[in-house]
């Protein structure tokens, strides 16, 4: 993750946000090196299938994985 002081931030704001945007990475800003701001690209959001994309074909599930449940797990 990276990090940029409030005063560079403020001299490079646009060519900052544009390599965040294009980078798809956070970046946390300093006041006098202490952690204040953190700012982030909003992500897209996935659907079910998309998350799991790389695993379909290789993992079989009987039941919907997308419906809620009630069932407790044991604290092992």
């Given at each position: 993750?990276?990090?940029?002081?409030?005063?560079?931030?403020?001299?490079?704001?646009?060519?900052i946000?544009?390599?965040?945007?294009?980078?798809?990475?956070e970046i946390?800003?300093?006041?006098?090196?202490?952690?204040?701001?953190?700012?982030?690209p909003?992500r897209?959001?996935?659907?079910?299938?998309?998350?799991?994309?790389?695993?379909?074909?290789?993992?079989?599930f009987?039941?919907?994985?997308?419906?809620?449940?009630?069932d407790?797990?044991?604290?092992?």
């Open positions: 993750m990276l990090t940029i002081s409030k005063s560079k931030l403020k001299t490079h704001m646009l060519r946000f544009r390599e965040i945007e294009k980078s798809n990475e946390i800003v300093t006041d006098h090196g202490k952690p204040v701001l953190k700012i982030c909003i897209k959001q996935r659907d079910v299938r998309q998350v799991f994309a790389d695993v379909q074909g290789r993992i079989n009987i039941d919907d994985v997308t419906s809620p449940t009630t407790e797990w044991d604290i092992v």
